[in-house]
């Protein structure tokens, strides 16, 4: 992706390469942060295409205070507030409390009676690595379908902040959420993914 | 630091957000466990591995209407 300037003077400028490069590059992130506000995938596709037209109209405007991302996620977010207030959808991001409990099975680890209490009862089994092309699809199919069975909010903090590369900071600001509580939801997620990784590679995936 | 509490913590060690008494334990922790060193190096991969994938996109027709829309939209 280019780098904000270019990719604002292209906005301004009508560069149809630069905003179907933009289009292609977070729409998706979008429609899944989209999804959280509104109840169905249509809704959420309409989010997303009231946000871009949103964004033509206001590129004259941004300033450059925060990356364009983040201005034009910003924007999703009102429109799709607006928007999931009139569907009585909005799953609220602020009042939720983080998910309770170990995000790794307690029965990995030893009990209180052993002399090692917590620790591993068997180490997790190294994977292998993805060189080979046909392993490294299966796996990327394995990631896609995790992140699929995720909860909603789970899935927007993990495509934001290892999808996006959004920082913590930005995530927050975005979702409205505390340090901790994002935190507590993007460890969930990657430990969730993690797990069907580890499925993946210690059943079907192992005779690489 | 018990190994099961260090699982619960990989991700604010990945984000440098754990406070330096906690992250001394936890490095020290990683520096004598196997099984704690292998599961942060597959939180590692499971985080390159996730940034690997692209979300799904549009629909098609919202993609042509929103280029159309791009093309036609007024500019002074
Ligand atoms: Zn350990």
Request: charged share 25%; net charge negative; aromatic share 8%.
């Amino acid at each position: 992706m280019p780098s904000d300037d270019v990719l604002v003077a292209g906005l301004r400028a009508g560069d149809e390469e630069t905003f179907a490069c933009l289009l292609n590059g977070w729409s998706g992130s979008m429609l899944r942060l989209a999804r959280t506000f509104v109840s169905t995938a249509a809704s959420a596709e309409e989010v997303v295409q009231d946000t871009w037209l949103a964004v033509f109209q206001g590129i004259g405007r941004f300033e450059g205070r925060s990356s364009l991302q983040t201005w034009v996620y910003r924007i999703l977010v009102n429109v799709a507030r607006r928007r999931g207030t009139h569907e009585q959808r909005t799953v609220p991001w602020t009042s939720l409390l983080p998910d309770e409990g170990p995000t790794v099975d307690p029965s990995r680890f030893r009990g209180a009676e052993d002399p090692y209490p917590g620790g591993w009862r068997a180490f997790p089994e190294r994977w292998p690595t993805t060189e080979n092309e046909v392993l490294a699809h299966e796996v990327r199919a394995t990631v896609a379908a995790a992140i699929e069975k995720l909860p909603p909010r789970q899935q927007v903090v993990l495509t934001l902040r290892d999808i996006d590369g959004q920082s913590a900071d930005d995530v927050c600001v975005l979702l409205g959420i505390s340090t901790a509580n994002q935190r507590v939801i993007l460890h969930r997620a990657r430990a969730a993914v993690r797990g069907h990784l580890e499925r993946y590679f210690t059943t079907a995936g192992a005779e690489s | 630091m018990t190994c099961a509490e260090l699982v619960e913590l990989v991700t604010a060690f990945l984000d440098g957000a754990l406070d330096p008494e906690t992250e001394e334990r936890f490095v020290h922790h990683l520096s004598i466990c196997e099984g704690c060193d292998i599961y942060v190096e597959q939180m590692r991969r499971t985080v390159a591995e996730v940034g690997q994938v692209g979300p799904e996109g549009l629909s098609g027709e919202t993609r042509d209407r929103l280029l159309d829309a791009f093309r036609t939209f007024p500019r002074d």
